[in-house]
């Protein structure tokens, strides 16, 4: 079974910047989109970030302008740039991957706080 790994949450001044990774342990056959919720206390998660196999990338109106989505495709990786950071963008990051075959993967979730 696969497991996603994420790293690079934490506690950052607004303004700042942060950079999410996640990558894939084990093994998911064939990823056909990658992707980045966030959720906070008392709320659904939410999808900030997702970015297909083919490159074509779609955002959070929230987030659009300060967060960047990227992968590599050979290192299974998907990571969010997350600049110009607010207050608002706290909440608990999940990565999200899903293969051509319809399963899911989420990892375990990190922390980002964003101290105004």
């Known amino acids: 079974q696969a497991q996603l790994v994420e790293s690079g949450g934490g506690l950052v001044q607004s303004g700042g910047s942060l950079r999410l990774s996640c990558a894939v342990s084990?093994?998911?056959?064939?990823?056909?989109?990658r992707a980045w919720y966030r959720q906070v206390p008392g709320k659904e998660r939410e999808l900030v970030a997702r970015?297909?196999?083919?490159?074509?990338?779609t955002y959070a109106d929230s987030v659009k302008g300060r967060f960047t989505i990227s992968r590599d495709n050979a290192k299974r990786t998907v990571d969010l740039q997350l600049n110009s950071l607010k207050p608002e963008d706290t909440g608990v990051y999940y990565c999200?991957?899903?293969?051509?075959?319809?399963?899911?993967?989420w990892g375990q979730g990190t922390q980002v706080t964003v101290s105004s």
């Open positions: 970015i297909y196999n083919s490159g074509s990338t």
């Open positions: 084990g093994s998911i056959f064939s990823i056909n989109n």
């Open positions: 999200y991957m899903q293969s051509v075959l319809g399963n899911t993967y």
